[in-house]
C-alpha cells in the first residue's frame, strides 16, 4: 500500500539558516509523483515542488530543493535562508497513478517554526 | 487566475442540520477533488471530478456525503444529518489534464466545519 512517512512532528530553524523537512514513501508503482505543499495557519494548501519519479535532477524552486533519493524511497524538502513567513505546516504528498489522474496521499505533516 | 475559492470559509451548525460547501476551481481546470483534514492530519482523499464526471469516492465519502458537478464547472458537496466527527476541514482543489500545464493541483483555503 502507498504511504507517506514524515517523522518529524515539529522542527525549529533559526532565521537564514537552512533547514530539511523529510519525508520517506512506499510504492511499489514505478511511475510517481512527489509533492510538498505549505500550509500556514490560514488552511490554504500552497504547492512549493514537485519531483516526478524519473526525473534524473532534483527539483528546484526558488529558496526549496527537493533532495530525492530513489533507492532509498526518500524526498526531503530543503529550505534555504529561512524566513519568518515560512513557518507553516509541510506536508509531503505522492501522486498515484490512478486512471491517468492526480490522486494525492499526504503525510501526517511537519510544523516548522521559525525564530528570529 | 483567481485560484480556487471555497465557500463558506467556515461553518458551525448543530449535529443533526445538513451543510453544503461550495468550491469554485481555477476556470481552465477540469479537474476537481474534495479531501478532508482532520486537525494534527494530512488531507485525505474524497472525491474526483472531471469536468461533470464524478470518476471516484473515497470509501471515507459515507451515504450522508454526496458531491456534485452539474456543468463541469463549481462543485458542491452536501454533508446530511451532520455527526460531530464531520467537524473537519473540507479542501477542494483542482488541475488540468493537459501535460502541458504540469503536475501542480492547486488548493483552496479550505472550508472548516464544527459541528456542535
Known amino acids: 500500500a502507498q504511504k507517506i512517512t514524515q517523522t518529524q512532528p515539529g522542527m525549529f530553524v533559526q532565521e537564514k539558516e537552512a533547514v530539511t523537512l523529510d519525508c520517506t514513501y512506499d510504492?511499489?508503482?514505478?511511475?510517481?509523483?512527489l509533492f510538498w505543499y505549505k500550509q500556514p495557519s490560514s488552511g490554504e494548501m500552497i504547492f512549493l515542488i514537485y519531483?516526478?519519479?524519473?526525473?534524473?535532477q532534483n527539483a528546484t524552486e526558488g529558496r526549496y530543493s527537493l533532495n530525492f533519493q530513489k533507492a532509498r524511497k526518500s524526498a526531503n524538502l530543503v529550505i534555504s535562508a529561512s524566513q519568518l513567513g515560512d513557518s507553516a505546516m509541510y506536508f509531503c504528498?505522492?501522486?498515484?497513478?490512478?486512471?491517468?489522474?492526480?490522486?494525492?496521499?499526504f503525510g501526517a505533516g511537519t510544523r516548522l517554526a521559525v525564530h528570529p | 487566475d483567481t485560484g480556487v475559492s471555497q465557500d463558506p470559509r467556515h461553518k458551525i451548525t448543530k449535529r443533526g442540520q445538513n451543510v453544503t460547501f461550495r468550491c469554485d476551481p481555477i476556470?481552465?481546470?477540469?479537474?476537481l477533488y474534495w479531501y478532508r483534514q482532520t486537525l494534527g492530519q494530512g488531507p485525505e482523499f474524497l472525491t474526483y471530478?472531471?469536468?461533470?464526471?464524478?470518476?471516484?469516492k473515497s470509501r471515507l465519502l459515507s451515504d450522508r456525503f454526496s458531491a456534485e458537478r452539474p456543468k463541469g464547472s463549481f462543485s458542491t458537496l452536501e454533508i446530511q444529518r451532520t455527526e460531530q466527527g464531520d467537524s473537519a476541514m473540507y479542501l477542494c482543489?483542482?488541475?488540468?489534464?493537459?501535460?502541458?500545464?504540469?503536475?501542480?493541483?492547486?488548493f483552496g483555503e479550505g472550508s472548516w466545519l464544527t459541528v456542535v
Open positions: 519531483q516526478g519519479s524519473y526525473d534524473e
Open positions: 510504492t511499489s508503482d514505478q511511475s510517481y509523483g
Open positions: 476556470s481552465e481546470h477540469n479537474r
Open positions: 482543489a483542482s488541475s488540468s489534464s493537459d501535460p502541458a500545464s504540469g503536475n501542480t493541483i492547486y
Open positions: 504528498a505522492m501522486r498515484r497513478p490512478s486512471g491517468g489522474y492526480n490522486k494525492l496521499i
Open positions: 471530478f472531471q469536468n461533470e464526471a464524478q470518476l471516484e
